[in-house]
C-alpha cells in the first residue's frame, strides 16, 4: 500500500513537501507519481519520476514543484513552493510496483490523497 502525507493550509507563495512511501511486498518499483483532484475538476498529473530519476512536470507546476526519490527507492517526495490558492487540491500518489521476482510485471498502486490547501 502507498501512505502518503504531508499536506496542510498553507498561505499563498508558501511551500509544503509531500511524501509517498511504499510498504508490503516489493521486489522493484519503476514509475512514481503525484496527481491532484480540485474540487468539480478531474484528477490531473502533477509530477512522475522514474528509476533512473528523470522526471516530467505538468505545465503548471514547473518551476514551482520539485519530485525526488533516493536512488529508486522509495519513499518520493514533492517540494512545492509558490503555492497559490489554486493549487488547492488533494493530491495523491502512485506507484508502478513488482510485488515479488516470480511477478514479471508492475502493477499501478495508489495511496489515498493528502488535502492541500492555500489560502490567506
Known amino acids: 500500500q502507498l501512505q502518503a502525507c504531508g499536506g496542510g493550509l498553507v498561505q499563498p507563495g508558501g511551500s509544503l513537501r509531500l511524501s509517498c512511501a511504499a510498504s508490503?511486498?516489493?521486489?522493484?518499483?519503476?514509475?512514481m507519481g503525484w496527481y491532484r483532484q480540485a474540487p468539480g475538476k478531474q484528477r490531473e498529473l502533477v509530477a512522475v519520476?522514474?528509476?533512473?530519476?528523470?522526471?516530467n512536470y505538468a505545465d503548471f507546476v514547473k518551476g514551482r514543484f520539485g519530485i525526488d526519490r533516493d536512488n529508486a527507492k522509495n519513499p518520493v517526495f514533492l517540494q512545492m513552493n509558490s503555492l497559490q490558492p489554486e493549487d488547492t487540491a488533494v493530491y495523491s500518489c502512485?506507484?508502478?510496483?513488482?510485488?515479488?521476482?516470480?511477478?514479471?510485471?508492475?502493477?499501478?498502486?495508489w495511496g489515498q490523497g493528502t488535502q492541500v490547501t492555500v489560502s490567506s
Open positions: 508490503g511486498s516489493i521486489f522493484g518499483i519503476n514509475n
Open positions: 519520476i522514474n528509476n533512473s530519476g528523470g522526471a
Open positions: 502512485n506507484a508502478d510496483i513488482r510485488p515479488t521476482k516470480y511477478i514479471d510485471y508492475y502493477r499501478t498502486y
